[in-house]
């Protein structure tokens, strides 16, 4: 384990156990359809590489890089888009592929922003839900691992851009964010 790791809260078993299971159900919803996959940089990097190469649902990849403005404020939600889909959406079906949902700000907004280029669906699936910090409404459709309110790293999630290469989800310890 990481020395920064205070301890892991899942383990590559587990992950890979359960991206299995999720893409599993994504391979039915998906049945005869051909979905855009899309991968929200930097952090849905490692589970979107593993999701895709355990779903046998034929799929599109495309990649996109957000940050939400003024999250925790009364701001009506601009998102600022850092890079776009390449895909023309209309009509199509969308999976959004993130790794963790917190305040829910982010992809609330990012759902709005694709759902007004008059795709056929709209779907989020989540490795990480932390629902005990939600402010706004936003459910995904599929999550891996609810968890608490932990910091957590590894598996792509970052500390200053540390640890995405993990290959497992770990508890940073205080010390290394308090310093
Ligand atoms: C993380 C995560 C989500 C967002 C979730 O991205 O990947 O996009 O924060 O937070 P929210 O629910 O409070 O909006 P981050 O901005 O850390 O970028 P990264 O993926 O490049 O690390």
Do not use: W
Not at 29 to 52: N, T, W
Not at 90 to 108: A, K, P
Request: glycine share 6%; with cysteine.
């Amino acid at each position: 384990m990481n020395s920064d790791c205070e301890r892991i809260l899942l383990d590559e078993k587990m992950i890979q156990a359960r991206v299995k299971e999720v893409a599993a159900q994504l391979d039915k919803l998906y049945e005869g359809r051909k979905p855009v996959v899309v991968c929200i940089l930097k952090g849905s990097v490692v589970f979107f590489v593993d999701l895709i190469r355990n779903m046998k649902t034929p799929c599109e990849l495309d990649f996109m890089a957000v940050s939400s403005y003024g999250a925790g404020t009364a701001s009506t939600g601009e998102l600022k888009v850092k890079k776009d889909l390449a895909a023309d959406i209309t009509g199509r079906d969308v999976l959004i592929v993130e790794d963790i949902i917190d305040s829910g700000n982010t992809l609330y907004h990012l759902k709005k922003m694709l759902n007004a280029r008059a795709p056929a669906s709209v779907n989020i699936v989540t490795l990480l839900d932390k629902p005990s910090r939600r402010q706004a409404p936003m459910e995904p459709e599929y999550t891996c691992f609810e968890i608490e309110d932990e910091f957590v790293i590894g598996y792509g999630l970052d500390y200053a851009e540390d640890y995405r290469n993990l290959p497992y989800v770990g508890i940073l310890k205080r010390s290394v964010y308090e310093k």
